[in-house]
Antibody
Framework: EVQLVESGGGLVQPGGSLRLSCAAS????????MHWVRQAPGKGLVWVSR????????TYADSVKGRFNISRDNAKNTLYLQMNSLKDEDTAVYYC??????????WGQGTLVIVSS | QSGLTQPPSASGSPGQSVTISCTGT?????????VSWYQQYPGKVPKLIIY???KRPSGVPDRFSGSKSGNTASLTVSGLQAEDEADYYC??????????FGGGTRVTVL
């Protein structure tokens, strides 16, 4: 069974940093593109970033480009999202997702990030 | 990165059909067959119900169907059931190698 378990969320002040992790199991992690998607409270889904199988290709939404960094450790079956210079508008539940054909077939349960002073 | 356009709400009586539209541009919905639909209950994780415009993952009832014409994709829920009351989001691959979601549609079963 495919499992994705996010961790690392919490309360952080504006301008601060946080690193999210997503532990994968139940599939061959290194074979899949992985993504981060976020959802602000009461709002819709927003795609954040994606990374290819070996980590050599990454893409970011304009709203986080230059502040967030996606990476992966295939030996540890883990996806990461390093978030720097956090803003109030980054407050959201962050989901990691496994994709195929640019669709998110599997999602984690999400981790909540709150940016507030 | 502009989001895809969905109606904020849709409704139907049990047994009826409801169709949700998802309008983009030639650079996303109109340019690719990589349109997906997700169902999300309040406080729950999104679930993929349609991918590549009209394909259903295993386990998704055939009451859910997808289609596309030009820059607009559509999700139809036939034989509406109480359990179909949820939020539905479309997404598409884009020219910029991004992915983009619609704003979501709340489906109410009357």
């Amino acid at each position: 069974e495919v499992q994705l378990v996010e961790s690392g969320g919490g309360l952080v002040q504006p301008g601060g940093s946080l690193r999210l992790s997503c532990a994968a199991s139940g599939f061959t992690f290194r074979n899949y593109w992985m993504h981060w998607v976020r959802q602000a409270p009461g709002k819709g889904l927003v795609w954040v970033s994606r990374i290819n199988h070996d980590g050599s290709t990454t893409t970011y939404a304009d709203s986080v480009k230059g502040r967030f960094n996606i990476s992966r450790d295939n030996a540890k079956n883990t996806l990461y999202l390093q978030m720097n210079s956090l803003k109030d508008e980054d407050t959201a539940v962050y989901y990691c997702a496994r994709s195929a054909s640019f669709s998110f077939h599997h999602w984690g349960q999400g981790t909540l990030v709150i940016v507030s002073s | 990165q502009s989001g895809l356009t969905q109606p904020p709400s849709a409704s139907g009586s049990p047994g009826q059909s409801v169709t949700i539209s998802c309008t983009g541009t030639n650079s996303d919905v109109g340019g690719y067959t990589y349109v997906s639909w997700y169902q999300q209950y309040p406080g729950k994780v999104p679930k993929l119900i349609i991918y590549e415009v009209d394909k259903r993952p295993s386990g998704v009832p055939d009451r859910f169907s997808g289609s596309k014409s030009g820059n607009t994709a559509s999700l139809t829920v036939s034989g509406l059931q109480a359990e179909d009351e949820a939020d539905y989001y479309c997404s598409s691959f884009t020219d910029n190698n991004f992915l983009v979601f619609g704003g979501g549609t709340r489906v109410t079963v009357l």
